[in-house]
């Protein structure tokens, strides 16, 4: 079991609803696909690099509601830089991704 943390802890991430407006894979990975997210803020998408390509097609995903972490500090992944994490659950024939059951607003945040 892993280290329990407190609900202060556990208050500080923001998981937020984005809606995938392009998706594609990373040249040379196996793993990587490099995300444009919307989030709703006046900065535009956002850039998302994730390591799901064994999960899914990148077509696939534009256009769907999926829940990310968006309070991370951005960091670099294979050259490109990465603002924010896809919360998904799971591996292998067990992965699937956390989405919202209808339409809500972009950058609609997890209570």
């Known amino acids: 079991m892993k280290e329990k943390i407190s609900i202060e802890e556990f208050s500080k ?17 196996d793993k ?32 769907r509601q999926l829940a990310f972490v968006t309070n991370l500090e951005p960091r670099t992944i294979r050259g490109l830089e990465s603002d924010g994490m896809l919360f998904a659950v799971g591996s292998d024939e067990s992965f699937a991704f956390l ?11 997890a209570h």
């Open 13 to 29: 991430i923001e998981v937020s609803v984005g809606t995938v407006r392009s998706a594609e894979r990373v040249p040379d990975t």
């Open 32 to 63: 990587l696909l490099r995300l444009t997210v919307d989030f709703g803020e006046e900065a535009g998408p956002r850039q998302i690099v994730s390591g799901i390509a064994a999960y899914t097609e990148p077509d696939a995903l534009i256009g």
């Open 99 to 109: 989405s919202p059951d209808r339409t809500v607003p972009p950058g609609t945040s």
